[in-house]
Each structure stands twice: as C-alpha cells, then as structure tokens.
C-alpha cells in the first residue's frame, strides 16, 4: 500500500532507442526531451553519429538529484552523463534543458570513440564547445577572468570545475576555449586529428604534440597567450581605452556639443521675424540756410546810426 503523502512513483516510456524514467506530472516534458535525444546529432571532429540506446532519468528538483548521483557531481548540478552506463540524469527545474542534454550528449558521443583516458578539461570543454560553443554571456565571464588574471594553468583548470558554481561559472567556458585552441592549432582546423588518434588509444600528452607539434606544456602557455590575447576587453576599457576615451570628449567636446545643440537652438528660433525695412523715398540733399533777395541797409543796419542818433539828441536846440 502506498505511504500517503508519497510522490508517486516514476512511469517509463520509449521514445526510439531512448528509455526516458520521470514522475508523470513531467513525462511530457520527459517526452518532448527524449525525442531530441533520438535525434541524429553531428558534433565537432565526430561528425554525425547514430542514435545509440540510451536511459534518461528526469528528477524533479537539486534535492533529488543530489540523492540520485550521491555526491558524484556538485550540488550546482544540473546534469549528469554516466558514459559506461548509457545514462544521463537532468534536473526539471534546471534552466535550459534542451542545452543541458545536448551538454550531456556531448558527453557520450565523446566516449564513444575514446580509447584513451582525458583530462577533465579536455572532457568538459568538450562537451561545452559542441553543445552551445562561446556566447555573449561566457565572453564577458572570459573578459572578467582575464582583467582579475582568473588564467591558471590547465591543472587548476581542473579543480575549478569541481569548485563552486561561481568559479564553475567561468571555468567551463575557459575548457572550451582550450579545446577550440586545440582545434585551431591543427592545419586542417578540427579536431578529427587529435580524435582519430584518441580513438586508437594513443595518450593524449602524445596525441596532443603530434596533431600541434607542442608539448603539453608548451600549449597550456600558448593557450593562455591566446585567451589573454582574445578576451582582454575590459583590461582595454579600463587601461588605454579609458584615457583614449577620455581624450576624445576632451578634444571632441566642444564639437559634439555644438551639433547636439542644433535642435534647440532651432527651437529658439521659431516664432522670431526679423521685419524688413520699407521702401520710401531716396533722401534728397540736406537743406542748408535759407536765401533771399539782399534788403537795403536800414537805419538800424547801418553803421554808426545809432551813435549819430543819440548825438544829435544830445545836443541843444539851435537859437
């Protein structure tokens, strides 16, 4: 009799080659996943492998997940590829699902032709390159790793994918520019070389040289050469393109500020005539002072009368 309270218990279904294992509230989400796992995939260096016979198993949240794998991966976990057993378990509260399969895909479709053993690295940047390669988001985790100097070694590459999910954050695209680099050092550009030769079981440090012509070590520095090289955008935006930025407002100002003021000073314009000046007459010739016919000299204009007038006033009265 089943314990009241109890979740009930999972449900199989087959899709194809694929036994998907859910609850059955979750088997359509189960389903809609299992039919892409069935589908042909091609990946890079292997091109395009059949579907084999695979199990996936859809747990409900972290809490069932980490019961299921018991510590074998990281709490953060949303997925988990269990080669030898054609197994993959996922999270369904994790966030993009189709990308987190086709991560764990990733993952069987490597092992299927490896026949030797692979660094950590090298196994998850795979997986990481061939499922959804380097976004936006993972640039700009690489540009802050190489402002911090975040460019270990390919060993403490490592252990920063078993660290905690923010260093995991960063460490899983940083495998992946790893596993590009390997590619991209090959004069064909892919990593079909490097694989064929995994795949007759040729250790890696050795099929590395041969497929490279560099040592192990020798490509963990050009690797790191090549990350600090390519992702060194904020060390630009903060070292010189800061002051050649600063030195172009500077310079540019006044410039700028002119032509982001044409609008308003448009605006200010409008509403204001200027009259133009009225036609009249042409001005004539100043006048000057007024002339007439000469007048004769009266008394009071000639000279001396008025002296002989009041002399002759003056004197007595003839006897």
Do not use: C
Not at 19 to 44: F, I
Not at 67 to 75: E, F, I, K
Not at 126 to 133: I, L, P, V
Not at 175 to 180: E, K, L
């Amino acid at each position: 009799m089943p314990v009241q309270g109890a979740p009930p218990p999972p449900v199989r279904i087959q899709v194809g080659p694929v036994t998907a294992v859910a609850r059955p509230d979750e088997l359509p989400l189960a389903r809609g996943l299992a039919e892409l796992a069935a589908r042909p995939q091609r990946w890079p260096g292997l091109d395009s492998l059949p579907p084999d016979s695979l199990r996936l198993i859809l747990v409900p949240d972290r809490r069932g997940f980490n019961a299921l794998t018991r510590g074998s991966v990281p709490t953060w976990g949303a997925g988990l590829a269990a080669p030898e057993a054609r197994t993959i378990v996922l999270r369904a509260d994790a966030g993009d699902l189709p990308e987190i399969l086709r991560h764990e895909l990733a993952h069987l479709a490597l092992h299927r032709v490896l026949r030797s053993r692979v660094p950590l690295w090298f196994d998850e940047g795979y997986a990481t390159w061939a499922a959804s390669g380097i976004g936006a988001l993972e640039v700009l985790q690489l540009d802050y790793a190489v402002l911090r100097g975040g460019v270990g070694d390919l060993r403490e590459l490592d252990g920063a994918l078993r660290g905690s999910e923010v260093t995991a954050g960063v460490a899983y695209p940083l495998a992946a520019t790893a596993v590009a680099e390997l590619a991209r050092r090959h004069p064909e550009g892919t990593l079909r070389p490097l694989l064929a030769r995994l795949e007759r079981g040729e250790e890696f440090a050795d099929a590395v040289r041969e497929t490279t012509g560099l040592t192990l070590p020798q490509f963990e520095a050009a690797w790191q050469r090549a990350v600090r090289l390519r992702y060194g955008l904020l060390v630009w935006l903060f070292g010189i393109g800061f002051w050649t930025a600063v030195a172009f407002l500077v310079l540019a100002g006044p410039s700028i500020r002119r032509w982001l003021d044409r609008p308003r000073r448009a605006a200010l314009d409008v509403g204001w005539v200027v009259p133009e000046p009225e036609p009249g007459p042409e001005p004539g010739p100043e006048p000057g002072p007024q002339t007439g016919p000469e007048r004769p000299p009266g008394p009071e204009s000639r000279p001396g009368a008025e002296s002989r007038g009041a002399s002759e006033l003056d004197q007595p009265p003839a006897p």
